[in-house]
């Protein structure tokens, strides 16, 4: 399969590193030259780095529109409707984007956090799949096969529940690594120390739900803990630690969440 990346950032380049092992990467599409370049010296083979539309091959099985969300709606009107596929990358974009516009198309969506320079191991990454027909469905299965781990089908909404619940489970909880870092930091120490602590609170997720994982002051419903660390917290902090110590006890012990207050 010849394929087109329209793209040269992080979702961008994992997927051009993956695909480019089985299928041939013929263009790397990117705002500036530089990107472009940097994604191609990365893949095998001769892919041509482009900035412009105009010099977008017409001649490609997939064109992979790999671009912030905000942004696919405009390469999608920006580019002729070629004969091949074309396909984007996100969560939160619906496949309708497509319609009217393009005549074979879908999604492409690898359920990933991706940084640029660090390895991800994608035959272990679920992806999920929506057609404009299952031929356009079969087709993106097929290929997604060869790189990924799960591969299912989703339509824009499910697709849509999986990009939320993922903001909660991902960059929510960095987020929390982010606070405790800076809450370490102040006192000399290094999240580093959490290391063991977080790979064991993931780990219990292969045998139980998160719901009977939960451990802490909260999940306790320890009440006075909960108010020291309260007291030690600067203001933005304390909010929040107040925020989701309530929702805990709302959850495991609803007599005792009106006690906290926000």
């Known amino acids: 399969m010849k394929i087109a990346i329209i793209g040269a950032g992080n979702v961008a380049t994992h997927l051009a590193l993956a695909l480019s092992v089985r299928e041939e990467i013929v263009q790397v599409m990117a705002r500036t030259e530089e990107s472009a370049q940097r994604l191609v010296r990365q893949i095998p083979g001769d892919a041509e780095p482009v900035t412009d539309y105009s010099r977008l091959t017409p001649d490609a099985d997939l064109y992979l529109i790999s671009v912030n969300d905000d942004a696919v709606a405009s390469v999608v009107d920006s580019t002729p409707d070629f004969p091949g596929m074309w396909a984007h990358t996100s969560g939160s974009v619906g496949a309708e984007v497509f319609q009217g516009k393009k005549s074979r198309y879908g999604v492409f969506y690898p359920l990933?956090?991706?940084?640029?320079?660090?390895?991800?191991?994608?035959?272990?990454?679920?992806?999920?799949?929506?057609?404009?027909?299952?031929?356009?469905?079969?087709?993106?299965?097929?290929?997604?096969?060869?790189?990924?781990?799960?591969?299912?089908?989703?339509?824009?909404?499910?697709?849509?529940?999986?990009?939320?619940?993922?903001?909660?489970?991902?960059?929510?909880?960095?987020?929390?690594?982010?606070?405790?870092?800076s809450l370490l930091a102040d006192s000399g120490l290094s999240v580093s120390f959490f290391r063991p602590l977080l790979e064991a609170t993931l780990g219990k997720l292969s045998t139980m739900s998160p719901r009977d994982a939960m451990t802490g002051p909260g999940r306790r419903g320890d009440l006075e803990v909960i108010s020291d660390h309260l007291s030690r917290l600067p203001e933005q902090q304390r909010r929040m630690y107040a925020m989701l110590s309530r929702r805990i006890l709302e959850i495991y012990h609803p007599d005792k969440a009106s006690e906290i207050h926000i």
């Not at 990933?112 to 027909?133: A, Y």
């Not at 299912?152 to 619940?165: D, P, T």
Request: aromatic share 8%; net charge negative.
């Open 112 to 181: 990933q956090t991706f940084s640029r320079d660090l390895p991800v191991k994608m035959e272990e990454v679920p992806m999920f799949i929506e057609g404009s027909s299952h031929e356009a469905e079969a087709t993106l299965c097929a290929l997604a096969r060869t790189i990924a781990g799960p591969v299912e089908i989703a339509g824009s909404e499910r697709r849509k529940a999986l990009h939320v619940a993922a903001v909660f489970a991902c960059n929510f909880a960095n987020l929390m690594w982010l606070e405790a870092d």
